[in-house]
């Protein structure tokens, strides 16, 4: 069980410690905002196209603890290696919609009990309002579960579910970052519990990762692969899909070598979704020319603290 504690410095910062582990929503909305004249004599409203870019941030110490406390003062955000003014900056507890995307492949047939264990003290540390949904896969995504706050009922439709067929995960994935985008809450993230193989999906890697650029849907991952024999190769490759699409994201990927670890990590990921800081700007780049932009998230810890370390996603579409 993990244990969880806070550590308070001179100046009110917190180091959230959660002990026995291993060393949501990056979503850039559109907002339009139409101007009313104060007058009928005067001009007609002129609307305006504003994008506020939002990003997800995790910042941690040098022992893997998370740190809160943090102001928008100790943050800069650079876009294309342009500082940009934070306009909107939050620290909260907030409750996010998670898509879980879990993997019932043949691959699975002797790892699904532990993965169904590990699923379900996720559920347990999570927000108590978060919503969840499930989507099953092995030659096709299915979803098992629309929206629900019940993570007995997530675990339930599990139950009887038997690993078999070929791996469809980046078909589960796709519908998932499309189905994530109907959550009631603000944040979204998606959970992958997968060995990381693909031999059955119509979308391809190439058409997945676009998406998840386009959409900057925060993605954690577990491959649990390691735990059991399997080819050196195919554990190369699997490593390699989940850590690139949690990356991109700003979140990250799991790789648990035993059944302990597995429980620990998934435990820090529901851990960190409940850690996170949320800023915001608006683009320097008026044009918003629809091209990849590269984003860059520094703090300046306060005096007193150490080197900090800060996770975002990588970039958005300036649309």
């Known amino acids: 069980m993990a244990r969880q504690r806070t550590i308070d410095t001179e100046r009110g910062i917190t180091i959230t410690v959660v002990f026995g582990f291993l060393g949501l929503t990056l979503l850039a909305a559109s907002i339009r905002a139409q101007g009313t004249p104060p007058s009928s004599q005067q001009a007609p409203p002129v609307r305006l196209d504003v994008n506020l870019v939002t990003v997800p941030v995790t910042v941690m110490d040098p022992y893997e603890r998370f740190v809160t406390g943090l102001r928008k003062e100790h943050f800069e955000i650079y876009d294309e290696k342009v500082k940009q003014e934070i306009v909107f900056f939050a620290e909260e507890d907030a409750p996010v919609t ?24 996720f559920i347990d540390h999570s927000h108590p ?10 030659h096709r995504a299915e ?3 629309d929206f629900t706050k019940s993570g007995d009922l997530i675990i339930s439709r599990l139950v009887l579910v038997e690993p078999g067929g070929r791996t469809a995960l980046y078909d589960a994935t796709y519908l998932a970052i499309e189905k994530v985008a109907h959550g009631h809450h603000k944040r979204h993230a998606i959970l992958i519990i997968s060995d990381g193989q693909d031999n059955s999906s119509r979308y391809t890697y190439r058409q997945l990762r676009d998406l998840i650029k386009e959409t900057g849907v925060q993605i954690y991952a577990i491959g649990i692969f390691r735990l059991y024999n399997q080819s050196v190769t195919e554990v190369a490759f699997g490593r390699a899909v989940l850590e690139e699409i949690t990356s991109m994201t700003g979140g990250r990927a799991f790789f648990p070598n035993s059944p302990i670890e597995l429980d620990d990590v998934i435990t820090r990921i529901a851990l960190e979704l409940r850690h996170q800081y949320n800023l915001g700007f608006y683009p320097t780049n008026v044009a918003l020319d629809g091209d990849w932009h590269k984003l860059r998230v520094r703090v300046k810890p306060p005096r007193g603290l150490p080197r900090l370390h800060v996770r975002a996603r990588e970039g958005y579409y300036a649309k």
């Open 98 to 121: 998670i898509g879980i995307v879990f993997d019932v492949s043949g691959s699975m047939k002797e790892k699904i009990n532990r993965a169904r264990i590990a699923l379900k003290r």
């Open 129 to 138: 309002d978060d919503e969840f949904f499930l989507i099953g896969f092995n």
């Open 143 to 145: 979803l098992l579960q």
